[in-house]
């Protein structure tokens, strides 16, 4: 049997070599645009350049010739009289104050006047635990220096229990903490110098309103003497549910 087919009108009987031609020119055209070089131009303006023609400026000549100066008078000199001196001038001689050894020193008594010394009073502070004798707690019986110390702590604690009153600021933001309060008892048995350290501002006043009203004392003594007794204390501000 004969093909229906023109072979001469087949479209793929050529596909080969066109695959071939297009392959190459795309070769070509890669190779081209990898070797394609472009260089940076700058502008560069072309303007027309004037000249304009210089023109020398005649300068005027100035008279240069300048007025002398008036001619300078001298004065008359002034008249010097020279008057003699007629008064006489004693010299004044310089006696020379070295010494031999055959010149005596005069001997000088010298008297020592009474001298009065006038006692200062020192303000002597001395710790607590060590003098000889602590500041008597009014209601502390006169009796050995431990009974005193306990008398005295006692005291103390009943008049924080006593005077005791929570800030209500304080109550209220929940501030709460330990105050530690110093005091002085002076040599005339006042509570000075009163100064707390704690966690807020509210409860220090509080602490430190609370020691101002302790009662005057007897102060404490050492080797005899009043003297000044530091003492400190802490004050607990709890809050209880």
């Given at each position: 049997?004969k093909?229906k087919k023109?072979?001469?009108?087949e479209?793929?009987?050529?596909?080969?070599?066109y695959f071939?031609?297009?392959?190459n020119?795309?070769?070509?055209?890669?190779?081209?645009?990898?070797?394609?070089?472009?260089?940076?131009?700058?502008?560069?303006?072309?303007?027309?350049v004037?000249m304009?023609?210089?023109?020398?400026e005649?300068?005027?000549?100035t008279d240069?010739?300048v007025?002398?100066?008036?001619p300078?008078v001298?004065?008359?000199?002034?008249?010097?009289t020279?008057?003699?001196?007629t008064k006489?001038?004693e010299?004044?001689?310089?006696?020379s104050?070295?010494?031999?050894q055959?010149e005596?020193?005069?001997?000088?008594?010298?008297?020592?006047?009474?001298v009065?010394?006038?006692?200062v009073?020192e303000?002597?502070s001395i710790?607590?635990s060590?003098?000889?004798k602590?500041?008597?707690?009014?209601?502390?019986?006169?009796t050995?220096?431990?009974a005193?110390?306990e008398?005295?702590?006692k005291?103390?604690?009943?008049?924080i229990?006593?005077?005791?009153?929570?800030p209500?600021t304080?109550?209220?933001?929940?501030v709460?903490?330990?105050?530690?309060?110093l005091?002085?008892v002076?040599?005339?048995g006042?509570?000075?110098?009163?100064?707390?350290?704690g966690p807020?501002?509210?409860?220090?006043?509080e602490?430190e309103?609370?020691?101002?009203?302790?009662?005057?004392m007897?102060?404490?003594?050492?080797?005899?003497?009043?003297v000044?007794?530091?003492?400190?204390?802490?004050?607990?501000?709890k809050?209880?549910?």
């Amino acid at each position: 049997m004969k093909t229906k087919k023109n072979p001469k009108v087949e479209v793929g009987r050529n596909s080969g070599l066109y695959f071939a031609i297009g392959l190459n020119v795309m070769l070509l055209f890669t190779y081209l645009t990898l070797e394609h070089k472009t260089y940076q131009r700058t502008k560069v303006s072309i303007d027309n350049v004037q000249m304009e023609e210089l023109y020398e400026e005649d300068i005027p000549i100035t008279d240069l010739s300048v007025t002398p100066p008036p001619p300078t008078v001298l004065s008359t000199p002034e008249i010097i009289t020279v008057v003699e001196n007629t008064k006489e001038i004693e010299e004044t001689v310089l006696e020379s104050t070295e010494t031999d050894q055959e010149e005596k020193i005069e001997e000088r008594v010298v008297q020592v006047e009474e001298v009065q010394v006038e006692e200062v009073e020192e303000d002597v502070s001395i710790p607590f635990s060590v003098v000889e004798k602590v500041p008597i707690f009014p209601g502390c019986l006169d009796t050995s220096n431990e009974a005193l110390k306990e008398c005295f702590n006692k005291k103390i604690n009943n008049h924080i229990i006593k005077n005791f009153t929570y800030p209500q600021t304080a109550l209220e933001l929940g501030v709460y903490g330990r105050v530690i309060v110093l005091f002085q008892v002076d040599k005339d048995g006042n509570v000075t110098n009163i100064r707390s350290r704690g966690p807020d501002k509210m409860l220090e006043k509080e602490a430190e309103r609370i020691i101002g009203l302790l009662p005057k004392m007897k102060p404490g003594l050492q080797r005899g003497n009043p003297v000044t007794v530091p003492y400190s204390i802490p004050i607990n501000f709890k809050i209880e549910n």
